[in-house]
């Protein structure tokens, strides 16, 4: 069975600082690894997608996150951190076989602070 | 390209009532999900419709049922409604049907609240 555990329920930075968020993942067979955003009463907007190609993954506004097997874990990473960055992430395993069914962490909420 | 369209926005039922929930899937794309996300928590896994065809499911009872139209658009069914049932519910629409790892992308979601 997947599982994704995001080991931090909410992270605060600093404007102009980095952004690390964490997640581990569990999945029986080759996942495939997203991160959502997810802005106040808001839908969720695909940030990036890892499937077994490059281990570093670069998404959209500066976003990137790496692929470690070893770890089981695909760490969101963004070298300095906006205002408009505030909102709920999500960690989401998907096996690439079967349904296309998403699997959820629990969300971390990222605050910036001025 | 048109997105992910949700209607209604929000709802507001008494227990017991019925509810449809409509979704509109993005242009092109053939295969809609659906998730349940209830405050402070992620959004868990309904169903999943391909061609028409419910193609797997979450831990969700029966009283939750869907259907898809040739158009790929798609309805939430839930009867017999429970206080626990109020949440956020998302479309979602992807590519390909029957092979895991698509990426999916989500409508803005029907507030439901239940009274």
């Known amino acids: 069975a997947q599982s994704v555990t995001q080991l931090d329920s909410h992270v605060s930075v600093s404007e102009g600082t980095p952004v690390l968020l964490r997640c581990n993942y569990s999945?029986?067979?080759?996942?495939?690894l997203f991160w959502y955003v997810q802005h106040p009463n808001k839908g969720l907007q695909l940030l990036l997608k890892?499937?077994?190609?490059?281990?570093l993954v670069k998404g959209i506004n500066g976003f990137e996150a790496e692929f470690k097997k070893s770890e089981t874990s695909f760490h969101l990473t963004k070298p300095s951190a906006h205002m408009s960055d505030a909102a709920e992430y999500f960690c989401?395993?998907?096996?690439?076989?079967?349904?296309?069914?998403?699997?959820f962490g629990q969300g971390t909420r990222l605050t910036i602070n001025p | 390209e048109t997105g992910v369209t949700q209607s209604p926005t929000h709802l507001i039922k008494t227990r017991g009532q019925q509810v449809t929930l409509r979704c509109s899937s993005q242009s092109g794309h053939n295969t809609v999900s659906w998730y349940q996300q209830a405050l402070g928590q992620g959004p868990q896994f309904i169903f999943q419709?391909?061609?028409?065809?419910?193609?797997g499911r979450g831990n969700f009872p029966p009283r939750f049922s869907g259907l898809q139209f040739p158009n790929y658009s798609s309805e939430l069914n839930v009867n017999a409604l429970e206080l626990d049932d109020s949440a956020l519910y998302l479309c979602?629409?992807?590519?390909?049907?029957?092979?895991?790892?698509?990426?999916?992308?989500f409508g803005p979601g029907t507030r439901l609240t239940v009274t």
């Open positions: 989401v395993v998907s096996d690439q076989v079967g349904a296309q069914k998403l699997v």
């Open positions: 890892y499937t077994s190609a490059a281990t």
């Open positions: 419709y391909y061609r028409e065809e419910e193609n």
């Open positions: 999945s029986s067979y080759s996942p495939s």
């Open positions: 979602a629409s992807s590519l390909g049907g029957l092979a895991g790892g698509r990426e999916q992308y």
